[in-house]
């Protein structure tokens, strides 16, 4: 596929374009004021100025924040007391538990913050190293780096429903990968996984582990990875496993329900997720944990870099550290509990309304994504910023999602597939049982079951009421 | 070299612990109140509480900025008016030019900066891509990637005075790299690349170019370079230049004094500056520009990433692109050029007043980057956030630093080499003339040359006042 850009964007004008319809008092033409353009062109502008095209471009986002469904990322939060912040550069480049001469850091709220996932993930501070990264990407590009190192020769082995910066960074390391298949939820299938490892029994393994994938919100089964590896006859010496936790890593632990336990007194060797999307964060950034052995042993292998960076980015942000750490002490632990909690029984009540509409959709145990047919229409997609992949779409039921955003979304998707479906008589809902599985399928072959749950449903919410 | 951390970390309350001397609020033992650590345990804590640690943090990082000369990032900067978008998560995921649906996104903003540096470095608008980095390293990263796309079985040739992410990223990609001697001015020494080029004319030649390296600010020579590939018969199809322009990248071509020209005319495939850096920006960040075909090989040939994805970073800062809109827009050009040239006289006035007081200096003719002997005391090396590399050691005269701080900078140097060398009778200044060149060292044996210096500076200024 060729990448191209036009000619002259339009998006460079989109904003204020939009604005100048709805937003009057910069780009009201006829009122003698200039309208004022995105384009750098040069001249100095005042901070009253520019403050307005922020205003402007603050209002144009809010339609989005108020439908926005798709991306697994938290936009409730209140940073407010950390605007003075705005006024630094704050640099935390190279090892956050070193120092720096780079004085103008925040390492001490970084350090702080790694030693919570630390505890949270089950490793001694002496035992483990990590840094705050610039997202899960950068968690990744670590991890699987240490995976490398520990075995240049190795394999890294993950699920096609892994992100697909792993496929991106194996190209990138020049790492042989193999892609593994998943079951419907989106787990790793260990059948297929131990026929590979047999098949590759001469080389390391490198296994990607997704703590929640990205479309389905699938967590794979650990302790599964772990015993197909033992079964193989991979010992603890020439396996690694490396944990994107991206969303879901965080959640997990603070499920009521339970679920499966992600720990370092399991043979892993790094866990990564992203501060942006569970904790929320204005920008990209994440935590990566790794076993301090593996670290030394990068620190080793790679002699030309600066005594102590072990890190991708080098320079690192001083803010999202601080960002992170005002997070966690402001929720606490029963506040991040409530959160997970709240999310997932959104994410339940969305499932529900999408069956009882008739709409075929899946939702994992241990998950907040919901998982339904990609809509017929484009600008649907848009409208409420879904994620999309092939015939699927997903819903990530966040802290900001509201029960009356969902109850909006179900009544607009209902009333807009009758039109969609009326326009193209012949085609009604898309089977996606190979996404999905055929239970939770809404198609023609495949409704019976879905009007038989639906019955039970109906059922199921007469008897609790009596 | 071993990495490691200690077992309860003293950084983690070091803020804490100075602020309960400087700033009693907080922490006034006895008083009641509790003490508030950095460290998270899990309770939830109000937002005023939190505040407070936010203020004494600042608080204690005031002396630091004040005397804070070592490092290349600009500390003066208001971005007050960009606060309320610390309300949202902003995310430029995958390709500014293609818009995403992720639809709280900056891309307007970021194509309009890209736009800018397209126009700076003379490359048209259909013929460029790029993106807002989170920084340089990022940006060497993606440079080099196209690179090695380009000439998979290509060397990479970086001078010695590269930055350290340069042979982190070889490593980190597998690639074969060889390291080029440079200049005393730190400028790479295009006779060893010849006679590298020369023994390695079977293989493609990927450049590592530093507009301004890490420790003295050379620059180095592009045309140069370029005529030592013609003329070790490397044709336009079998090398690939990266220009690393952290600092000064952006800085030359604003420069009264003229100085070599970095643009698309010649031969280079790609340009990366750092925008924390002479821009100012709370965050890391920066910018990569690159030939669009390159772009389109890359994407060709990592056919599993999803289809606009071509950054390193995939998730990416939305607020970032608008710190730099907002910075370009507010200085204006003339705004820039002013910069550059007090940062420029600052520099020159830094680099006399050293000579002045008997300390060898060395400036490099295109330059901020004032290089000197490392100081004997690691106390005073911390004390104004200097860089040190082997014996020597930098201030990068940045927006933020004035003459009030370098007079006080210089003073303070010139007491505590007495009292250093007195403490050491046998020692006086260490000869740094493998490092700044015999002209510019102040050691006993290169003395003779400084003093002639120094009298006919002191002879041109009493020649300026008459």
Redesign the interface.
Known sequence: ?????????P?????IHAASSELSPISNAGNGRQIMK???N??????AH??QV??H??AS?QP??QR?L??P???E???????????????NAG?P???S????N????E???L??FANLWDIE??EY?GYVT?????GN?HGL?LGREQFPDGILYASQDSH??V??I?????MQCIKVSSLISGQIDCHHLKALLLANKHKPAIINLNIGTTMKGAVDDIDLVIKTLHETGFSRDRFYIHCDGALFGIMLPFLKSGGPKITFKKPIGSITI?G?KFL?????CGVVIAR?NY??AL????G???????T??????G??P?FL??N????????IKNEVENCIRNARYLKDQLGDAGIGAMLNEFSNTVVFEKPLDDEF??RW????NGNIAHVVVMQHVTIQMLDSFVAELVHNRSIWFQQDGIRKSLCIADDVGAVNCSCALHKANMDIQSNNYALQQIKQNV
Chains 1, 2 share one sequence.
């Not at 596929?1 to 964007?9: A, H, I, Q, Y």
């Open positions: 596929m060729e990448n191209s850009r036009p000619n002259d964007t998006l460079v004008t989109s904003i995105l384009v750098i040069g001249d100095s502008h005042t901070q520019l403050g922020i205003t471009y603050l986002l989005h924040r926005f798709g991306y990322t938290n936009e939060f209140n940073y407010e007391a950390l605007a003075p912040l705005l006024h630094l550069h704050l640099n090892d538990f070193h120092g001469s780079f004085t103008l925040s390492t001490s709220f350090v702080s913050v030693d919570w501070k002496n190293w610039t997202g899960g990407t950068e590009l780096l697909y910066s496929f991106k194996a190209r990138m390391y020049r992203s942006h929320g964060c204005p920008i990209p301090l670290i030394n620190s080793r292998d790679i030309y870099i600066a005594s102590r960076d072990a991708i980015t080098g320079s690192r942000s803010h999202a601080i750490w005002y966690l002490q402001k929720k606490g632990i029963m506040g997609v848009s910023s879904l994620a999309c």
